[in-house]
């Protein structure tokens, strides 16, 4: 059985490079707590998230302040994403729990799933390569499973966005799992993260797809930077006015709010849209 912990991790990129905490990332740590009910919500950082929405946030969590790895066995973390990568598996290794991105809307409790060692989910873009995806993980004290994922990064070899920035996250898990079918249980690709990080189906999650149909057996998953162009600005009032499936998924955490509440300046949208357009340019 897994502590009922939930397990964060945000905030590991060099000075002045994180993301603001925003109306997406309040509203799923929201809805995994509303849905799992943890004993804890343990957030795991090094830079200080800000804005308006971290500070709805904040009291129902617990800051924990870390270092973020900057290599493992001798190579390099160079991105945050991958420093969060190694994080959060000494973290479930060290104490178990469930670890979530903070761009996954929880719709239902897990309880079914706690009684396994080890839980991911399928992650498959259609004509893309099948991988475990590790946004959602589901893991036991002392995991073996992770213990050998750990230890396969002995040939980790990504320096950023490059061609093999989801290796060690997403394709050596699955190998390690035809390895090792006993130590990992893989729930479908619609427990948590479909529809993917295509364009197709980024535009399913945001704009025309059905709610009800594309809604996850546990939860959805936004896809962190991909999908900044449809949520990084947004406000209640436009949760409320739009009709993509995530808006309507997030109405209930925000229905209290006023309409433009967190709204960013002119200048802060005009500054973070260059910086957005930046980072893709540098493919990061």
């Known amino acids: 059985m897994h502590p009922q912990t939930l397990h964060y991790c945000e905030g590991f990129a060099d000075k002045g490079q994180d993301r603001p905490w925003a109306l997406m990332n309040h509203v799923c740590v929201m809805s995994a707590i509303r849905h799992i009910r943890p004993d804890r919500v343990m957030f ?3 830079n200080t998230p800000r804005g308006p929405w971290w500070e709805l946030t904040r009291p129902h969590v617990t800051p924990n302040r870390v270092e973020a790895p900057r290599e493992i066995f001798g190579n390099p973390l160079n991105h945050a994403a991958h420093r969060s990568d190694v994080l959060r598996l000494r973290t479930l290794s060290a104490e178990g729990g469930i670890y979530l991105d903070s761009d996954v809307l929880v719709h239902r409790d897990l309880d079914d799933l706690l009684h396994n060692r080890v839980v991911m989910g399928i992650e498959e873009p259609d004509g893309g390569p099948r991988g475990l995806c590790n946004g959602v993980i589901l893991a036991e004290q002392g995991a073996e499973f992770l213990r050998i994922w750990l230890d396969s990064y002995r040939t980790f070899r990504s320096r950023g966005g490059d061609a093999f920035w989801g290796e060690h996250s997403i394709l050596k898990p699955y190998a390690l799992m035809q390895r ?3 130590l990992i249980t893989a729930l479908p690709r619609n427990a948590f993260h479909w529809p993917t990080h295509t364009p197709a189906d980024l535009a399913l999650l945001f704009e025309t797809g ?5 809604r996850g057996l546990y939860a959805n998953h936004f ?3 991909l ?3 449809y949520t990084w600005d947004i406000t209640p009032g436009d949760v409320r006015a739009r009709k993509g499936p995530f808006f309507r998924w997030a109405a209930p955490y925000v229905a209290d709010l006023p309409d433009d509440f ?4 002119l200048l802060f949208r005009a500054r973070r849209r260059a910086r957005h357009l930046i980072r893709r340019w540098r493919g990061e």
Do not use: C, E, N, T
């Open 223 to 225: 896809w962190g930077l």
């Open 180 to 182: 090792h079918p006993d």
């Open 262 to 265: 967190g709204k960013p300046s």
């Open 227 to 229: 999908s900044v162009p």
């Open 44 to 46: 795991h950082y090094q």
């Open 210 to 214: 059905d709610a009800d149909a594309i």
